[in-house]
T-cell receptor
């Protein structure tokens, strides 16, 4: 049971490049989320999904796309990277029931030059 | 706008001291309040609070929620250097949507 896994761990992009951050979980969780964490700040919700085929926007969705074709995977796509997207990105998952806990992946540190 | 505010933002104490971290919130559709500890990587879960006045304890850590005054505190007694971390407070307000506070950076000096 690997829990929540994220790849890559580190990534450097140039402005305008696109890329996909991968997230997978093997706990059969319905709910998955993407957060970003900037220095001195807590985590902010980018997008989330309540099940395969269902996604919705969080607090800071602009510049990011998501899809959820399977229960296990929830990739985050940066369409045209900007320096403002330099951050640490965390994926999380849970069963989604009231009182349930979100489990976080190890994070991806992204730098956009 | 839903928001969570933590105080202090930074705290430095000596090993053995007791600390109290604060979290206040203004959130519609409150479901639960969560505390996480973040060292170098991902946040790790500490407590989930849903009812007022019921203290949750785990070793030297404890937490309580006041839903009337909209705040929670996290206490750590007999602090150790391993308690040094950022402590995050978050409120679950809808179907696992969390809003986080800025975090409190706690440093324990030997």
């Amino acid at each position: 049971n690997a829990g929540v896994t994220q790849t890559p761990k580190f990534q450097v992009l140039k402005t305008g490049q696109s890329m996909t951050l991968q997230c997978a979980q093997d706990m059969n969780h319905e709910y998955m989320s993407w957060y970003r964490q900037d220095p001195g700040m807590g985590l902010r919700l980018i997008h989330y999904s309540v099940g395969a085929g269902i996604t919705d926007q969080g607090e800071v969705p602009n510049g990011y796309n998501v899809s959820r074709s399977t229960t296990e995977d929830f990739p985050l796509r940066l369409l045209s990277a900007a320096p403002s997207q330099t951050s640490v990105y965390f994926c999380a998952s849970s069963y989604g029931a009231p009182g349930d806990t979100q489990y976080f992946g190890p994070g991806t540190r992204l730098t956009v030059l | 706008e839903d928001k969570v505010v933590q105080s202090p933002l930074s705290l430095v104490v000596h090993e053995g001291d007791t600390v109290t971290l604060n979290c206040s919130y203004e959130v519609t559709n409150f479901r639960s309040l969560l505390w996480y500890k973040q060292e170098k990587k991902a946040p790790t879960f500490l407590f989930m609070l849903t009812s007022s006045g019921i203290e949750k304890k785990s070793g030297r850590l404890s937490s309580i929620l006041d839903k009337k005054e909209l705040f929670s505190i996290l206490n750590i007694t007999a602090t150790q250097t391993g308690d040094s971390a950022v402590y995050l407070c978050a409120v679950d307000y809808r179907a696992q949507k969390l809003v986080f506070g800025q975090g409190t950076r706690l440093t324990i000096n030997p």
